[in-house]
């Protein structure tokens, strides 16, 4: 049987009184890309910040390809790329320079190496320049690019897309999609944009006050709002008012000239169209709407503090 | 597995070497070795009868003050730079160990107090040479030490001049590691230095306070050149064991607190 690329087995951490990871256990499979998700405060950093070992663990225990990270650490870590937070680099000195530090001490990553990375975080021409001189979207690449550096089988990253404009976020996930697709990578990503995590994972962790929520395949998880139905008309569009005076719909509100979002109080998009249909109205589009973070954590959590 | 302590180090060398702050103390205390030459003359003791003399002179006054401060900003910027940049994080987000990465710290800091002193003992002794003689130690009546002795004393003053500047580098990286943010822990270090220079004497703790020791070599030294009895010991022994106290209970402090620490944000 082929060990977890990563398994957390009941870790907990306290900071004095505040217990920020609680009795979390999980197990990503190798070869996908699995997110992380959860509020602020939730425990995601705190329980990123242990793989590598940034935050020491009170309980439990960490494996990374069934190496023991408190028994057999260096052995552990030489699988795993990381980027925690912002990343930071030594701004006084050039991309290539900081990649030359990160290879040094991971060992066996010669120039071709770096060269091949620079090229594939798209920052070979600047590669000279100093880091000051990088936008955020830029050192958010290169962070992705040092975690990718020793050729890690998982990686684990923290907001990766933090900052990034949405065709470098697509670029950059697009680019890590296609490391598990091709080389069997395994990428763990903590992330708050649930579109993010439903159009490139597989696997999604839901953590809420530092404990396992939710978990399983992200279809099944971030299924969307059922009872939320965005409709686009062509031509007239209903008052509201209109709409409202069926008590099959709850509420209805106007998110564009030509788009209504109505509530239903039972999930039947197929009834509301029928409806609208023998209104007279014409429909181009008829979906359920993908649920925000915050109606999300509340069908999670049923907790309204995160909403 | 091997150790990572010399990538660790060579990291550490593209780093200080890529700074300002290095050179701007390396230069200052090269300008105290200057200034000192400008106005040997003119404080006319015997301290600047010869070259050695001059050499005693100016490594006092270059590491009484600038050349203290500068080895001592450098040790305390070395971890909480990394701290408050986060750089810390990426670079121990990677497969070795903290006690490496620390000693690779406390190193450099050597490394440098090391350069400082050889780059103004260099200029000092140049300059010296320029004015006065390396010869032997002589009066009216004649030889009184051997340039051989006068040499193997100025060899030895420079030696020793290191280990109460090594306690000083641990010291610095103790607060470097304590102190998360490099402005807050330069302040701290300089001035808790000063508190203790200040008060030391008014308290009478001054022969328990390792700093007494900076400048105590070339105190010696100073001796040798001027011809009247020296004596290393049983000083010398007080010295070692003084700095090496302090200076192995500020690296295990240092040490013991990094390997504990949560470097979350």
């Known amino acids: 049987m082929t060990a977890p690329a990563l398994a957390l087995e009941d870790l907990c951490k306290r900071f004095g009184r505040i217990h920020a990871v609680e009795h979390l256990s999980l197990e990503v499979p190798p070869g996908q890309m699995a997110g992380f998700l959860g509020p602020n405060g939730a425990g995601k950093s705190t329980t990123l910040y242990m793989i590598p070992r940034l935050v020491h663990p009170s309980g439990g225990r960490i494996c990374i390809f069934g190496a023991d990270l408190r028994r057999d650490f260096r052995q552990a870590l030489r699988s795993v790329g990381v980027m925690v937070e912002a990343p930071a680099f030594y701004e006084y000195l050039s991309a290539r320079k900081n990649l030359q530090l990160a290879a040094r001490v991971l060992g066996g990553v010669g120039s071709r190496d770096i060269d091949e990375t620079l090229e594939r975080i798209g920052l070979a021409d600047r590669q000279y320049d100093k880091v000051r001189t990088y936008s955020q979207g830029m050192k958010q690449r290169l962070g992705i690019g040092r975690a990718l550096l020793g050729r890690p089988r998982l990686l684990v990253l923290d907001e990766p897309t933090n900052g990034m404009d949405p065709e470098g976020t697509r670029e950059i996930l697009g680019f890590l999609q296609e490391r598990v697709e091709r080389d069997g990578l395994t990428v763990f990503i903590s992330s708050h944009l649930l579109h993010e995590v439903e159009e490139y994972c597989t696997t999604v962790f839901v953590i809420d006050k530092g404990r396992l929520v939710a978990s399983g395949n992200v279809r099944d998880i971030l299924k969307p709002h059922e009872r939320v139905i965005r409709t686009t008309f062509v031509g007239e569009v209903p008052y509201p008012a209109t709409l409202l005076a069926d008590e099959r719909i709850k509420r209805v509100e106007s998110t564009s000239p030509d788009t209504l979002e109505i509530l239903l109080a039972a999930e039947d998009s197929a009834w509301l169209n029928q409806h609208l249909l023998r209104a007279g109205y014409r429909v181009s589009a008829i979906t359920p709407r993908q649920k925000t973070l915050k109606e999300f954590f509340l069908s999670i959590t049923g907790d309204h503090r995160n909403a | ?265």
């Open chain 2, 1 to 265: 597995m091997h150790s990572q302590l010399l990538p660790l180090l060579r990291n550490e060398v593209v780093k200080a070497v890529r700074r300002k702050l290095p050179y701007f103390g390396l230069f200052m205390g090269g300008l105290i070795c200057v200034l000192t030459y400008v106005v040997a003359d003119e404080i006319g003791t015997a301290n600047t009868a010869n070259a050695w003399g001059y050499v005693a002179l100016s490594m006092q006054l270059v590491f009484a003050d600038i050349g203290l401060i500068f080895v001592l900003v450098f040790a305390a910027m070395l971890m909480s730079d990394e701290t408050r940049s986060g750089t810390i994080r990426a670079a121990l987000a990677a497969p070795l160990h903290r006690w490496e990465f620390y000693a690779a710290k406390v190193i450099i800091g050597l490394l440098y107090m090391i350069a400082m002193s050889f780059v103004c003992l260099v200029l000092s002794s140049l300059l010296a040479r320029a004015h006065y003689g390396f010869g032997p130690v002589a009066d009216s009546l004649g030889e009184i030490y051997s340039q051989r002795t006068a040499l193997a004393n100025f060899l030895l003053a420079w030696v020793l001049s290191w280990v109460p500047l090594a306690a000083i580098v641990c010291y610095g990286l103790f607060l470097s590691t304590m102190i998360r943010s490099s402005g807050a822990a330069v302040a701290a270090s300089i001035g808790t230095l000063y508190v203790i220079e200040f008060t030391k004497h008014l308290v009478g703790v001054d022969p328990y306070i390792f700093t007494r020791y900076i400048t105590y070599p070339w105190q010696v030294l100073g001796q040798v050149a001027q011809g009247v009895g020296y004596e290393w010991r049983p000083e010398v022994w007080k010295m070692l064991g003084l700095c090496g106290v302090y200076g192995a209970v500020a690296f295990v402090a240092g040490l013991v607190l990094f390997l504990r620490q949560d470097l979350n944000e």
